[in-house]
């Protein structure tokens, strides 16, 4: 499982330092993913953007109970052309959940792709932030009565990093190792 970073961004002009890029540095494609209505989504809808994923299950408590917040999340970046919201549902088979995907719809907007349990982050609920590349940079574990304007300060942040590219390759190519071992304890 990858964990979560309080990652702080470099100063413009400052050299990076291994410290200010201990987030998870994946990047979250390629994906194509289809959502309740058949739309296939890849991760080249959010280019340019950066973007917020809420992560969740219909048999997680937890997550069922933060939709609320998660939907106030949601309605606060609709109109914001910078940052992009999804949720990825991860219950291994969307036709097994029909009937709560109905009611589900009658309260709720935001938008549900169906990843299936193919994600290295096995937490839930768990909302990462990915950069404008493509790379999680960012993410919680829990939802608390602060949990939007977290998210969005987080998203702010996040656009004001450096890029994964100017990260020094020996700091990014340990951060990929040590993804890699969480990835394997994590199965």
């Known amino acids: 499982m990858l964990g979560t970073s309080g990652t702080a961004h470099a100063a413009h002009g400052n050299p990076p330092t291994e410290r200010q890029f201990k987030g998870q540095l994946?990047?979250?494609?390629?994906?194509?993913?289809?959502?309740?209505?058949?739309?296939?989504w890849t991760e080249h809808d959010f280019t340019g953007k950066v973007l917020i994923?809420?992560?969740?299950?219909?048999?997680c408590?937890?997550?069922?109970?933060?939709?609320?917040?998660?939907?106030?999340?949601?309605?606060?970046?609709?109109?914001?052309?910078?940052?992009?919201f999804v949720s990825l549902n991860v219950d291994r088979d969307p036709a097994a959940i029909?009937?709560?995907?109905?009611?589900f719809r009658k309260k709720y907007s935001f938008p549900v792709l169906?990843?299936?349990?193919?994600?290295k982050i096995k937490s839930l609920p768990y909302t990462w932030i990915v950069d404008r590349q493509g790379f999680i940079r960012d993410g919680f574990s829990a939802a608390g009565p602060d949990f939007v304007?977290?998210?969005?300060?987080?998203?702010?942040?996040v656009k004001h990093r450096l890029p994964v590219s100017t990260i020094p390759p020996a700091v990014r190519q340990e951060k990929q190792k040590q993804n890699e071992l969480d990835g394997?304890?994590?199965q």
């Open 98 to 103: 029909t009937e709560f995907l109905l009611g």
């Open 26 to 40: 994946d990047l979250i494609g390629p994906f194509s993913w289809l959502d309740l209505d058949g739309r296939r």
């Open 184 to 186: 394997a304890k994590s």
């Open 114 to 119: 169906f990843a299936g349990a193919q994600l």
């Open 149 to 157: 304007e977290q998210v969005l300060a987080a998203a702010e942040a």
């Open 61 to 84: 408590g937890a997550c069922v109970a933060g939709f609320p917040e998660v939907q106030k999340l949601s309605d606060a970046v609709r109109h914001d052309s910078t940052i992009g």
């Open 53 to 59: 994923v809420q992560q969740w299950a219909t048999w």
